[in-house]
C-alpha cells in the first residue's frame, strides 16, 4: 500500500528539491519528493541548446557534493549540468517520486497539511515549496496583435537558430536569456533585433580574475537580503548579463551592433498602419545605466584589490565602441520571420491554498520560513543571500530550513492530523 503521510513532502525535483532531501536525510528525517515531470525536469525542458552556467564550476556546491570535475573555473554546459544532479541523487538515493503533480495544498484541520495530486490525496507535517519563481511564462498582451505569420515563442522553448524558420528574428528583453539567445543568433548569422530594457551588465573578468572570484572574496555572495541596500528589493532586481560560453566572456551589446545586430529600446506598441513595431527612445539610456553598473563592480574591486594590497594587473577603463544612431525606433513587420519574447515568468503559487502571499502573490517568509507554520520555500532568488536561487548558495538555505524542521518535529504532531482527509 502506497504511503499516504510524510513528516515532510517536497514539491520539486530540482537542486532545491534535492538539497531539501539531502539535509533532511542527515537529520533523520522522513520525507518524500514530489516531482511534477522528472529530476531536473526545468535543465532538460526549458534551456537551448547552446545553454551554459554564468557562474564557474566551483560554485557548484550542493550539500555533501561540491563539484569535482576537472575544470572548477569552466562553466558546465546544460548536460553537464543534468549529468551533475543525476550523481548527486545517485550519491545518496532521494526518495524521489516523479509524475506527481501537485494541485493544491490547503491546511488540515488538525494543524498538517493536505495535499492533492494526480495520484490522490497526501498528508504532511512539514511542507517545502522547491519550485523556484519561473512558473508561468510571460507574454506581453501585444503579442495577440502581431500577425500570425510571425513565429512566436517564448525565451523558455528556444533550442537553437536552426529551429527557426528563415529570416530575421526580434529578441525582446535584454536580460541574461535575452542577451544570451541574441548572442546565439547572432554568431549563427542571423540578422537580430534586440528591444533593450533596463538589465545590467557585468564584465567576466578584470584585473586577470573572473568578476565572481573577487565578489565571493569580497563577500557579495554571502550578503543577506536583511544587509542588501535595497533591502526585499533585491528579490525583484534583474540579473546582470554575461556568459560562460565558449570559457566565459562579456556580452557587449556595442559590440554586437557594430557587428550588424539591430539595437532598439524597450517595445511598446505595434503602429499596424505602418507595420512597424514602436519603441521607446530610451536605448541610448538603457545602454548607459548597464555600462555604469559595470564601472561600478570594477570600482568596488579595484577599491578591494588596494585596501587588501594585492598585486593585480591593471586594465584601461571600459571605452564604449558604439552609440546609437538617431531616429532608431521602429522594427519593419514585414522582415521579421520570428519573434522571441525573452520577458521573464509569471510567479505562481495559486495552488498553495494558505494566507501565505503578500498582495503581489510572492510568499512572505524570513529565510524560506513562511508565516505559515509547517510551510516552507526553497530555490527563491535573494531568498536569504543572491546565490540562494542557485547552486552556489541554495545548501546553506536548505541546512538552515532542515534544522527549522527539525526543531519543530521535537513537538508532536496532533494525530488527527494524520488520518484519512475527506
Known sequence: MEQTHYPVIIIGGGQAGLSMSYCLTQQGI????????????????????????VTPNWQCKLPGFPYDG??????????QIIHYLERYAERFGPPLLTGINVERVSRHGGGGFVLRTSRGIFTADNVVAAVGNYHRRRFPALAARLPGAIHQLHSADYRCPAALPEGEVLVVGSAQSGAQIAEDLHLAGRRVHLCVGSAPRVNRFYRGRDVVAWLEDMGHYRLTVDHHPQGEDARRKTNHYVTGRDGGRDIDLRLFAGQGMQLYGRLLDIDEARRVLVTADDLAANLDNADDTARRIRESIDEWIAAQGIDAPREPPYQPMWFPPPG?????????AAIIWAVGFHTDFSWIDLPAFDDKG?????RGVSVEEGLHFLGLPWLWTWGSGRFEGVGEDAEYLAEHIAARLTVPAPQEARYAVR
Open 70 to 79: 576537472d575544470d572548477p573555473d569552466g562553466f558546465m554546459v546544460n548536460d
Open 362 to 366: 510572492y510568499p512572505r517568509h524570513r
Open 328 to 336: 532608431q525606433g521602429a522594427i519593419p513587420l514585414d522582415n521579421l
Open 30 to 53: 522522513g520525507h518524500a519528493i514530489f516531482e511534477r515531470h522528472q529530476l531536473g525536469w526545468a535543465w532538460r525542458a526549458q534551456r537551448w541548446d547552446s545553454f551554459c552556467l
